[in-house]
């Protein structure tokens, strides 16, 4: 299993529309509105590289209001707990 965060960048007056939008996707485990340089933060669960591949680019930003994304690959550091899902 693949985890990420994708940090999205949105055109104003767009968010609400876009964050109902990404919400019901399966592999959007959380959908959150933030302040700053980045308008939303998801984090994603994909079964393969490939398919966070594929999810980001041929989904997530050809949602109309998507100016452009930033995706966070999560790794597991060796010894350390992980968060339980």
């Not at 994909?46 to 690959?73: A, N, P, Q, W």
């Amino acid at each position: 299993m693949i985890g990420a965060y994708v940090l999205l960048r949105i055109k104003p007056g767009m968010d609400r529309k876009v964050l109902h939008t990404v919400e019901k996707f399966p592999q959007v485990k959380v959908a959150e509105t933030l302040y700053g340089e980045y308008d939303l933060l998801l984090k994603v669960e994909m079964e393969t590289l490939d398919d966070l591949d594929s999810f980001i680019f041929d989904t997530v930003r050809t949602i109309k209001g998507v100016e452009g994304s930033t995706t966070l690959i999560i790794i597991k550091v060796p010894g350390e707990k992980s968060e339980r899902r």
